[in-house]
């Protein structure tokens, strides 16, 4: 805390200075945090390669990132809680909770959408934890700085994967990602490198030749070419040498996955993204200066809340697993945190990382080291290892956990393993822990999403809207910080019950919907050996496969609709129109036949009796099920009251439920009933 500094850069009236509720008038206050952290403290000496990085005369690393909060004008009427969100990728989304459109810049009325945490009260805020991203869209940035040793570059072989599902493609960062830094090569010599192709992850690498790709960046419009089209401007193209980029001459092939093995140089010390957090959130909630923005008449929040999505949700399990919940003083940092569709995973802060990186899927970046032992809260031992560990080990500042997961976690990001051993048995959780699968939902859920679309997909993805449950479990975790009010047991598919089955078990259940493809399996885990150092944050990429069967992955029991059973489910699924997975397929040419990463499919079920029977389509039609639109209201009005009565909805959310349902959920349901 002692080692953060704060600058405002802008303070504005947020949406004009509106009041919004019952707490006033909201501002919106942007600035830099300025940290400053001692390398040798027993809370900083586990970051990887903090010895590499550069100190001031006073043996500190200095380094800055950027801030937004939006917060009542008069703190005294809000309700001193702050939730803080870690960015995606740089990139804001907490007022997805208000059902608000994205953006990296809310400042007005209509970026609030329906005003939740405003009317609540609470402080919104992010900040920049990421340190490999460019500046762009509003991104919010991490400035760290780059290991060196003394003179010397640090350098290691490492592996990146390239994955194109649309052509003209013919160079890419490194990184894979525009938006983001890519770790150089230390030559721009192809002879240096090995660059492979391959049809599927398990498929033969088939070698490119050094001399049909360079280390180089194109840029330039159409194909590349060197034929001037037009005399008078030419049609001007470059291919500039890189050694942040990769340029193949006759472009990356569709559906493809390639791998670039070669030497990078200059990692970033990735690390001090945790300590940027631990102690920005510190000095918040409990420096009660002038300096601290949240501070007045010597006070300032009350509790801190914290939500991760994703790729954060992996960075809070990260967070908590190494022990930066507990200040440089040794006090609780976050009272409550909040981890979504992050799967089994931790994260990759590991000497030459990519942070923007998707974790590992079934197709793509398979063998990226995201999802690795410990993959639960609670205790337990990794049968092929013999360790014994857990997220959760220091009850003194571990703080309230709720996660929460989708059908997609379970087939494509290994999410049973959060709540089984890793021989697949159940797994009871620590009583400071809540588990919630939010069944028959895909990984990604927009809440103003408007129509089905399908992509490279074989069906349309899942549009099962979800978002009125982020608003429930804020009420839930504030509850159970605030009085100490327990919230509903956790809600999982489990072995003892028959809802946690194999992927043959599953199989054997699932409807036989007409013309329907299904997975050949869910995304397995294999037993990787990522190197003698991993221990030390320096991975092998790719990793060696010691044992290919691996963990045991189970996935959520089906109804008769192919519907999962059990957990926390929406009205939309309480009331179907379709079956709903957490699984689709890619079409050919994009590698057919495999999951395309984490979304689900819908599938509409048959509109009438006469539909049904021609097609041969096992499931009950929609008619026979509402008989009419109102009908169909009904059943989901009735769903939502459920879940308010269950504790997962507010009351308000059934109004809104009900509003959606009107004239068969249309456009966003593909029906066409009258």
Not at 71 to 82: F, I, S, Y
Not at 177 to 190: A, F, G, L, Q, V
Request: net charge neutral.
């Amino acid at each position: 805390m002692a080692g953060t500094g704060f600058t405002v850069t802008e303070r504005l009236p947020y949406a004009g200075g509106e009041v919004l509720g019952d707490c006033g008038a909201y501002e919106r206050i942007v600035g830099r945090a300025h940290y400053a952290v001692d390398p040798k403290h027993p809370g900083n000496r586990d970051i990887t390669d903090i010895r590499y990085a550069p100190t001031d005369k006073d043996g500190l690393i200095r380094f800055s990132g950027d801030v937004m909060i939006i917060k009542p004008v008069d703190m005294e009427r809000g309700n001193r809680r702050l939730v803080y969100e870690y960015v995606n990728r740089g990139n804001t989304r907490l007022f997805r909770y208000n059902d608000a459109p994205a953006t990296n810049d809310p400042i007005t009325l209509a970026d609030s959408g329906n005003l939740f945490l405003m009317r609540r009260g609470y402080v919104a805020m992010w900040s920049g934890w990421q340190g490999d991203l460019y500046p762009g869209n509003g991104r919010m940035l991490l400035d760290v700085p780059v290991a060196r040793d003394g003179d010397k570059k640090l350098t290691q072989r490492i592996a990146t994967e390239f994955v194109c599902d649309a052509p003209g493609v013919y160079s890419l960062p490194l990184s894979g990602y525009i938006s983001t830094r890519s770790n150089p090569s230390i030559s721009t010599d192809t002879k240096d490198a090995v660059l492979t192709r391959r049809r599927y992850p398990d498929s033969p690498r088939e070698v490119i030749p050094s001399n049909k790709w360079r280390f180089a960046r194109f840029a330039g419009i159409g194909t590349p070419s060197a034929r001037i089209v037009d005399e008078f401007r030419g049609n001007e193209q470059i291919v500039m040498p890189s050694a942040t980029d990769i340029f193949i001459e006759e472009g990356f092939k569709v559906g493809w996955i390639y791998e670039l093995e070669y030497t990078a140089c200059d990692p970033l010390v990735l690390g001090l993204g945790h300590a940027a957090v631990r102690d920005l959130i510190s000095f918040l909630r409990n420096d009660t200066s002038v300096a601290n923005p949240l501070s007045w008449n010597g006070r300032t929040v009350e509790k801190t809340y914290a939500f991760g999505r994703s790729q954060t949700g992996r960075s809070i399990r990260d967070f908590l697993y190494r022990g930066f919940n507990a200040d440089t003083e040794g006090k609780r940092v976050f009272d409550a945190m909040h981890s979504h569709v992050a799967g089994a995973g931790l994260f990759d802060y590991n000497r030459f990382g990519n942070l923007v990186v998707s974790s590992s899927r079934q197709f793509e970046d398979h063998y990226n080291p995201s999802d690795r032992f410990p993959f639960s809260y609670a205790k337990t031992t990794d049968h092929f290892s013999g360790r014994t560990d857990a997220i959760l080990k220091r009850p003194e500042t571990d703080p309230l956990v709720i996660h929460t997961q989708s059908a997609s976690e379970y087939w494509v990001r290994r999410g049973s393993l959060v709540h089984t051993t890793t021989k697949g048995e159940d797994l009871e959780q620590p009583e400071n822990v809540r588990i919630y699968a939010w069944l028959s939902t895909q990984h990604w859920s927009d809440p103003i999403i408007k129509e089905p679309k399908k992509g490279i997909r074989a069906s349309y993805f899942n549009i099962v809207r979800t978002s009125m449950f982020f608003r429930g479990i804020l009420d839930i975790i504030d509850r159970w910080a605030t009085s100490g009010t327990k919230p509903p047991p956790s809600r999982i598919p489990r072995r003892s019950d028959g809802t946690l089955v194999s992927f043959e078990e599953w199989k054997k259940s699932f409807p036989k919907i007409p013309g329907l493809a299904l997975p050949q399996e869910p995304n397995r885990l294999e037993y990787m050996d990522y190197g003698p150092d991993s221990d030390k944050g320096i991975v092998s990429r790719p990793p060696k496969v010691i044992d290919r069967e691996g963990y045991t992955i189970g996935v959520p029991a089906v109804d008769a609709d192919g519907n999962d059973r059990a957990g926390v489910l929406a009205p939309m699924v309480r009331a179907p129109l379709g079956t709903y997975t957490g699984w689709s397929l890619r079409v050919r040419p994009n590698s057919a036949g495999v999951m395309h990463q984490m979304y689900g499919s819908y599938i509409p079920l048959p509109e009438t009796r006469e539909e049904r029977e021609a097609t041969g389509d096992p499931r009950r039609s929609i008619l026979e099920r509402y008989g009419s639109k109102e009908g169909y209201m009904k059943a989901i009005e009735a769903a939502a009251r459920a879940l308010v009565a269950e504790g997962f909805m507010l009351e308000e959310d059934v109004e809104r439920a009900v509003a959606e349902s009107r004239d068969w959920s249309r456009p966003l349901h593909d029906v066409g009933l009258e």
